[in-house]
Nanobody
Framework: QVQLVESGGGLVQAGGSLRLSCAASRDIFSMRAVGWYRQAPGKQRELVARVISGGSTNYADSVKGRFTISRDSVLYLQMNSLKPEDTAVYYC?????????WGQGTQVTVSS
């Protein structure tokens, strides 16, 4: 079992920045993959960014150059130049040998 707890969401104006954090109950580096997904109202959950166990990263085209995923003992998502279309609930995700796990989500709202 892996518990994930996100923090750092909130309300920000367009062009602003936020940093999301995800604390895991197991070593982040023991995961096969960790990442961030988001779900906007009326839309499907989509990948934002992820880190594979070897260290390679993937980003959604819509966030490339604006968002950065990183990890130490915590998983982070630095979000810069935020746009209203980034408004969504952001979920932390971890793929572990025991299964796939999700956090409870944190709301990010970007006002125009």
């Amino acid at each position: 079992q892996v518990q994930l707890v996100e923090s750092g969401g909130g309300l920000v104006q367009a062009g602003g920045s936020l940093r999301l954090s995800c604390a895991a109950s197991r070593d982040i580096f023991s995961m096969r993959a960790v990442g961030w997904y988001r779900q906007a109202p009326g839309k499907q959950r989509e990948l934002v960014a992820r880190v594979i166990s070897g260290g390679s990263t993937n980003y959604a085209d819509s966030v490339k150059g604006r968002f950065t995923i990183s990890r130490d003992s915590v998983l982070y998502l630095q979000m810069n130049s935020l746009k209203p279309e980034d408004t969504a609930v952001y979920y932390c995700y971890a793929a572990h040998w025991s299964g796939d796990y999700w956090g409870q989500g944190t709301q990010v709202t970007v006002s125009s």
